[in-house]
């Protein structure tokens, strides 16, 4: 009876010996020479990395090219193409609404017929002039005769073989000669004036001719270039007025977005453009080369389509401070098959993802190894550094460090609370 209570004392005193035997046996924390404590942490070793500088932006798409048909003349729409509806997609050369040609069909037949009268009378001047011209050098010769007639006249008057009557008559017929001559080059010198009045009366029938051929081409109206109709506003048998806006439509052959970047993220994706390169040579070339844009709707982020960027608007944006930078997508209709795939069109929501010109020799490290503008580094003997660094920017979770750091150093990335310069370390390489 005595031994159940010693039995049940066993495990406890077993248990109290070998607890006692781990505390006594446990070597405790490791111990540098100095005494110190020694830190185990996860280190990067800094190498200098090739970048291409990224960016993010949004906006609503628009068609570069758009076509706002006006009417030019006044009638009453007599055709209009089947597919002339907003939403529909016509090609270029299309002819898509007719007005009535018939007043000017008139005016061109009035035009032309007047042409051809005033033609006729230039013709009729031109002989005019020419006839005149053979009897003037008659009449002229006919006057040499009178005038030679007249002076034997007179001699013979004064020798008395001749009466006085016959000298009269000499007279008379010579006055008369020259009234004819006079005549004749008066009528011959007024014919250049009136060519040129009948040159005139052609050219101003010649403009009406040409005003009411244009007046006729434009009762026809027809797409420049392949497009989408988003709006009409003329019916068949609508008489439309000269100004009046009947058709709008977008192009199909390309899109633009503006996508609104801060001023230091557009300033590091061309940071790396060739030297000597002018700003307007930038705006120009380097951006189709230097700088890739992919472009994604907001609506279905899976599908991307390749663009690049065109121009700068006019002004930065002062208030937001940021760049209005003009992406150009090509062909925003390739490959659509709605619901699956579909068409860039007007006014849809997207993402501009940017990645500007590559930088070489650039020092990165996780934002995490980032205290307030300093960074901790495992110095030489292992003993911590608080190191103060100049970031650049970040990107995809890593900060760019423009100064420092340099290539080799050991970078913590493990928190350490509290961290006191030189205390020991005890480094392992991290995975990146």
Partial sequence: M????????????????????????????????????VHPVRVLTIAAQNIRPTATAWGNLRAADT??????????????????????????????????????????????????????????????AANTTRILELERK??????????????????????????????????????????????????????????AQIARTQAALDRARRSLDRTALTTPFALRVTEVSAERFQTIAPGQ???????????EVVGHLPIDSFRRLVTNVPGGV????????????????????????????????????????????????????????????????LPLVSNMQVQLAFKGAPQSGVIAIPEAALHGGMVRVAGPDNLLELRPVTPAFAQDGRVMIAEGLAPGDRVVIDDIAPAIPGMALSPVEALE
């Avoid at 090609?91 to 033609?119: H, K, M």
């Avoid at 008379?172 to 009045?197: C, K, Y």
């Fill in 2 to 37: 005595r031994l159940a209570p010693l039995l049940a004392l066993t495990p406890i005193a077993l248990g109290i010996a070998a607890a006692v035997w781990m505390i006594s046996s446990d070597p405790g924390p490791a111990q540098l020479e100095g005494g110190k404590p």
């Fill in 67 to 128: 076509w706002v048909a006006v009417a030019e003349v006044q009638g009453e729409v007599i055709w209009r193409h089947p597919d002339l509806e907003p939403g529909r997609l016509i090609q270029a050369g299309t002819e898509v609404l007719r007005i009535d040609p018939a007043d000017y069909e008139l005016a061109l037949a009035q035009a032309e017929a007047d042409l051809d009268a005033f033609s006729a009378e230039a013709a009729q001047l031109t002989a005019e």
């Fill in 142 to 199: 006919r006057l040499a005769l009178a005038e030679a007639d007249l002076s034997r006249t007179r001699r013979l008057t004064e020798q008395g073989a001749v009466p006085q009557a016959r000298l009269d008559e000499a007279e008379r017929s010579t006055l008369l000669a020259r009234r004819t001559v006079a005549e004749l080059e008066n009528t011959l010198a007024l014919i250049p004036s009136r060519e040129a009045r009948m040159a």
């Fill in 245 to 255: 806006v009947v058709i709008r439509a977008d192009g199909i052959a390309s899109a």
């Fill in 278 to 341: 002018t700003l307007n040579d930038m705006m120009r070339d380097v951006p189709a080369t230097q700088i890739d844009v992919t472009l994604s709707p907001l609506s279905d982020p899976a599908q991307e389509w390749h663009a690049r960027v065109s121009r700068i608007e006019g002004a930065l944006d002062a208030r937001a401070r940021t760049v209005p930078v003009v992406v150009t997508v090509a062909d925003p209709y390739a490959g659509a098959d709605p619901p699956r795939r």
